[in-house]
């Protein structure tokens, strides 16, 4: 059975930080891109972040890149996001993806919570 599972999210107050997990199981972990992917209350789905297979190219949005990281242990079959200076806007479920191919994966997201 296919599984993502995110953990770490939570309330955290402007320019706290977080970082959240992403635990695979069920399928070749390694021979999938991972991403990162946030939708806010009332708002469409917004890529956040990408990382390729083996974990040495990586790719952010405008408005995350500088702030959040995101990288992978292929041995534990994980990928994190690392988000530093978190801002009211970046309240979300994030939720984690894995693609290859036709094959397209998603955890069931993990809320994030910016407030005072």
């Known amino acids: 059975e296919v599984q993502l599972v995110e953990s770490g999210g939570g309330v955290v107050p402007p320019g706290g930080s977080l970082r959240l997990s992403c635990v695979a199981s069920?399928?070749?972990?390694?021979?999938?891109?991972m991403s990162w992917v946030r939708q806010a209350p009332g708002k469409g789905p917004e890529w956040v972040s990408a990382i390729n297979m083996g974990g040495d190219m990586t790719y952010y949005a405008d408005s995350v890149k500088g702030r959040f990281t995101i990288s992978r242990d292929n041995a534990k079959n994980t990928v994190y996001l690392q988000m530093n200076n978190l801002k009211a806007e970046d309240t979300a479920l994030y939720y984690c993806?894995?693609?290859?191919?036709?094959?397209?994966?998603w955890g069931q997201g993990t809320q994030v919570t910016v407030s005072s």
């Open positions: 069920g399928f070749p972990f390694t021979l999938f891109g």
């Open positions: 993806n894995a693609e290859s191919g036709y094959n397209n994966y």
